[in-house]
Nanobody, 128 residues
């Protein structure tokens, strides 16, 4: 069972930066789609960024393209997923979740399927 634990959320003013981390363990397959999602109150979770651990190919939602950067450092069965968030906007305020799933790389660019493993979430608040 993959385990995921996010950290790094907090409060920041518009234009500021935050870096989210997600400690991952029990990654027993050679490649995983790993992603960051966010959820607004009363809304469904939406995909923000995804990366395939096998080749570091990435995908971003249009709303964060050019402002957010996803990266990872999987080493055997452990690793950390990161989300560097720059030029933050009030509309980025949400609960952020990391997720993982042992699917091939071609799945990572789509938000239409549900990842199998999720962290507990970390709150990001951006004030204007």
């Amino acid at each position: 069972q993959v385990q995921l634990r996010e950290s790094g959320g907090g409060s920041v003013q518009a234009g500021g930066t935050l870096r989210l981390s997600c400690a991952a363990s029990r990654l027993t397959y050679s490649g995983y789609c790993m992603g960051w999602f966010r959820q607004y109150p009363g809304k469904e979770r939406e995909g923000v960024a995804a990366i395939y651990t096998g080749d570091n190919s990435t995908a971003y939602d249009d709303s964060v393209q050019g402002r957010f950067t996803i990266s990872q450092d999987k080493d055997n069965a452990k690793g950390t997923l990161y989300l560097q968030m720059n030029s933050l906007k009030p509309e980025d305020t949400a609960m952020y979740y990391c997720a993982a799933d042992p699917r091939p790389a071609q799945w990572c660019g789509s938000w239409s399927w549900k990842y199998g493993y999720w962290g507990q979430g970390t709150q990001v608040t951006v004030s204007s």
